[in-house]
């Protein structure tokens, strides 16, 4: 089992800046493939970024490439999103997500633990 809390979400201006951080707890973290989620009011939850066990580059949905960056810290099993330039159609309950499956750009089924979400609200 692994155990994954989210935090760093608020209420921020659009144009403003957050950073998310996902503690996680439990078996061997770093062996796992990390992804952010999100799920906006009345819509499906989505792919937001990802990053593999053995760090290097992340993956962007298109709507957040060039403004998010998600990155990773083994030693304090914490994975960050940094979200920069944000926009109302940011606002979303943010997820971090765990799996063992290798996928550049995970689906939601593929995931195999979830935290509880942190929401993000940006106003305009």
């Known amino acids: 089992q692994v155990q994954l809390v989210e935090s760093g979400g608020g209420l921020v201006q659009a144009g403003g800046s957050l950073r998310l951080s996902c503690a996680a707890s439990g078996r061997t973290f770093s062996r796992y493939n990390m992804g952010w989620f999100r799920q906006a009011p009345g819509k499906e939850r989505e792919f937001v970024a990802s990053?593999?066990?053995?760090?290097?580059?992340?993956y962007y949905a298109d709507s957040v490439k060039g403004r998010f960056t998600i990155s990773r810290d083994n030693a304090k099993n914490t994975v960050y999103l940094q979200m920069n330039s944000l926009k109302p159609e940011d606002t979303a309950v943010y997820y971090c997500?765990?799996?063992?499956?290798?996928?550049?750009?995970?689906?939601?089924?593929?995931?195999?633990?979830w935290g509880k979400g942190t929401l993000v609200t940006v106003s305009s």
């Open positions: 997500a765990a799996t063992n499956r290798d996928s550049s750009f995970p689906h939601v089924s593929d995931m195999d633990y």
């Open positions: 990053i593999r066990w053995s760090i290097g580059n992340g």
